[in-house]
């Protein structure tokens, strides 16, 4: 047993919701030994982090390659670029966080208090990286290390570190300021919340919550879950790409990692999803990436060939994208995967018309005033409607403003002579052709969708269709030529919903209350990229819930901010 891994996961931590470990050094020995100390103790806490740092991408660690952790870390080790990587294993409880880069700006991206924390002696350290080390420690926090050298003997207690044999602990002489970062937030016990919506949003933050020992309450006017935007057939899990990795391109590679994690978890391969990958047509003629992109960023979308391959047959003769990571997925499969949580509990036909406090709790009241339920927490996943249940409590102008989009996805079943016409992965760039899911009816190609402003008179569904078409034979000539007869009217058939989307196209996640025991949430305007953004915002807003390590360096969560100026 790796005797580092003892100290950084110590006695008292047994029965706490949440620990939290900071490693200065990513070691693979050190990360098996704590798994290892973590499962074989009936009273460790119910969520480890890990928040692991390395100067660049680490190789697969050879030593895990035959443990059960091994495997789920191997179905993960792909894209590290430099940033911060989530990595989700053990079913959701043991979080490792890797942190590629230069140690001191990647210690000032976190927003935890470490309750231990292994430092490297052998680093280049300096009282400008130990300050930033202990702004990720509470008073208490314990320090494991191997050896010290003589300037950190100096610097340690310099930067409010107490050293003892074999240790140190942070306890400086001065007081600990409250921290004046307006994202921070004190960690909230686990206990009871209620959830407002049963979408995509709502259903990943009820099973992340869930994880760490809430007891969470779904509602959703409709009778069955996914009832929304959520209920798409099925739907692409595919990366943003930009020339400049802009902030959405990186949160939809951070939401890809996470989503894929929960697929291979809950989901059916091959029938509720399927590891595709996508080509991505890039009709503007810009590849639309980076021009330096490494290996680790090829990993995940690399530039596919512009030869005469017959796989691209009777596509565009335009620059193409091949997404390795992407994948179809059923969204409401997922949703009723989380659903099914021993956690949480789902209530349909149940609308919530008003929100008030009493006391430490919130009230849940329907159209009559009568108590539907009542928790300590609330969070909003009900898309364009939760406007509504804050404009009562004074808080309607917190948020961004909203507009919901109607979109129609055409659909048919395969004939034998589409072989030739149709791809055999998903393609995207105008729209999207999913050539082949499993249905009760047989094999389904999903085409589309459109993209419709809620507010204008609505389009008919023969137009839907016609739009659907146009798109496909700009995107995929021969498939569009194939499938032509089933668009036509009387014949094409098709799902329609209406997405949330934000001026800025991202999504809005966090506390609508100031304070930094907030207990009124939110998680909506996933847009087009539900399946992308979803599992990162449940994260997300569970770690803040929590005072938890971030999925996402701070400067990018932010941009997530629900509070934020649109």
Not at 235 to 258: C, E, I, M, N, Q
Not at 312 to 340: D, F, N, S
Not at 347 to 372: C, F, H, I, P, Y
Not at 461 to 467: C, F, G, Q, V
């Amino acid at each position: 047993m790796n005797e580092s891994a003892r100290t950084l996961l110590p006695p008292q931590a047994a029965g706490l919701p949440a620990w939290r470990v900071l490693d200065t050094r990513f070691d693979a020995a050190r990360l098996l030994a704590l798994w290892q100390l973590w499962r074989d103790d009936a009273q460790a806490p119910r969520v480890l982090h890990v928040v692991a740092f390395c100067a660049s991408a680490p190789d697969r660690p050879p030593q895990l390659a035959t443990s059960a952790l091994g495997e789920e870390l191997g179905q993960q080790w792909s894209g590290l670029l430099p940033g911060m990587h989530r990595l989700s294993l053990a079913q959701g409880r043991l979080q490792l966080t890797l942190c590629i880069g230069e140690l001191q700006p990647l210690l000032r991206e976190q927003q935890f208090e470490a309750d231990t924390v292994f430092l490297d002696g052998s680093l280049p350290w300096n009282r400008y990286s130990l300050k930033a080390l202990a702004r990720c420690c509470r008073r208490g926090t314990q320090l494991a290390f191997g050896t010290l050298t003589q300037d950190l003997h100096k610097l340690l207690p310099e930067s409010g570190f107490v050293l003892e044999p074999g240790h140190a602990r942070y306890d400086p002489p001065w007081e600990l300021k409250t921290s004046r970062e307006t994202l921070r937030t004190e960690a909230a016990q686990p206990g009871t919340c209620v959830v407002i919506g049963a979408g995509l949003s709502g259903a990943s933050v009820a099973a992340a919550l869930a994880r760490r020992g809430w007891r969470v309450e779904v509602l959703d006017a409709a009778p069955e879950p996914a009832a929304g935007a959520s209920g798409l057939p099925a739907g692409l899990l595919v990366p943003h790409v930009s020339s400049d990795d802009s902030p959405r391109s990186r949160l939809t590679r951070a939401g890809l990692r996470l989503m894929r994690s929960e697929a291979q978890r809950l989901l059916q391969a091959g029938q509720d999803w399927a590891a595709s990958g996508v080509l991505e047509q890039r009709l503007d003629g810009n590849p639309g990436l980076p021009a330096h992109w490494p290996v680790e960023g090829q990993q995940i979308t690399r530039l596919a060939s512009t030869g005469t391959e017959s796989w691209r047959t009777g596509m565009a003769a335009v620059p193409a994208l091949w997404h390795e990571q992407a994948a179809w997925i059923k969204p409401a499969r997922l949703v009723r995967a989380w659903l099914k949580h021993s956690g949480v509990s789902f209530r349909g036909n149940t609308k919530v018309e008003r929100l008030q406090r009493a006391g430490a709790s919130w009230q849940l009241l329907d159209r009559e005033g009568r108590l539907l339920t009542s928790a300590s927490h609330v969070v909003l996943a009900n898309a364009a409607d939760a406007p509504r249940l804050l404009a009562p409590l004074g808080l309607d102008d917190a948020l961004p403003d909203l507009q919901e989009m109607r979109g129609v996805m055409s659909s048919g079943l395969r004939q034998p002579d589409d072989e030739s016409a149709l791809p055999s992965f998903p393609v995207n760039g105008l729209g999207s052709l999913i050539p082949a899911v499993p249905t009760e009816d047989g094999l389904t190609w999903y085409a589309g969708a459109t993209y419709e402003d809620a507010t204008q008179p609505p389009a008919t569904a023969s137009e839907h269709h016609h739009t659907n078409l146009d798109k496909l034979r700009t995107l995929l000539p021969a498939a569009a030529q194939a499938l032509a007869p089933f668009f036509a009217p009387g014949v094409a058939r098709g799902w329609g919903g209406t997405r949330c989307v934000s001026a800025d196209r991202l999504p809005l996640v966090g506390p609508l209350e100031d304070g930094l025991q907030p207990t009124l949430w939110i998680s909506a305007a996933m847009g087009s990229r539900g399946l992308s953004f979803a599992m990162l915002c449940a994260e997300l807003l569970a770690a803040r819930l929590g005072a938890e390590p971030w999925p996402v360096e701070a400067s990018l969560a932010r941009a997530l901010h629900a509070r934020r100026v649109s």
